[in-house]
């Protein structure tokens, strides 16, 4: 049975930093990536990473501040956050394609984790 299980989440100030993490279990898989979702909005794409290469990918708004990394060896892939802004409030999920792909659609992920929330205050 595929589990990914995030945590790492919670409140924090403008400008502060939080670290996700991704714990995956039941298979591996030729990528990972962070979505997020913020309340009356459509999930999007934050960051992606082939777990093999450690090729990333990340959304332009995002770009410089996060950071996606993945560690073999524990099968977690972890997301640091940093100058964090109150727009970055959102539910953030860790999931896995269908494909030996690296995609920012969401149609292309096939496996969810539950979701952490992440709240940025001004």
């Known amino acids: 049975q595929v589990r990914l299980v995030e945590s790492g989440g919670g409140l924090v100030q403008a400008g502060g930093s939080l670290r996700l993490t991704c714990a995956v279990s039941?298979?591996?898989?030729?990528?990972m990536g962070w979505f997020r979702q913020a309340p009356g909005t459509e999930r999007e794409f934050v960051a992606g990473i082939t777990w093999n290469s450690g090729v990333t990918n990340y959304a332009d708004s995002v770009k410089g501040r996060f950071t996606i990394s993945r560690d073999n060896a524990k099968n977690t892939a972890y997301l640091q956050m940093n100058s964090l802004k109150p727009e970055d409030t959102a539910v953030y999920y860790c999931?896995?394609?269908?494909?030996?792909?690296?995609?920012?659609?969401?149609?292309?992920?096939?496996?969810w984790g539950q979701g952490t929330q992440v709240t940025g205050s001004s």
């Open positions: 039941g298979r591996t898989f030729y990528a």
């Open positions: 999931a896995a394609p269908r494909w030996s792909i690296l995609s920012q659609h969401t149609d292309d992920y096939i496996y």
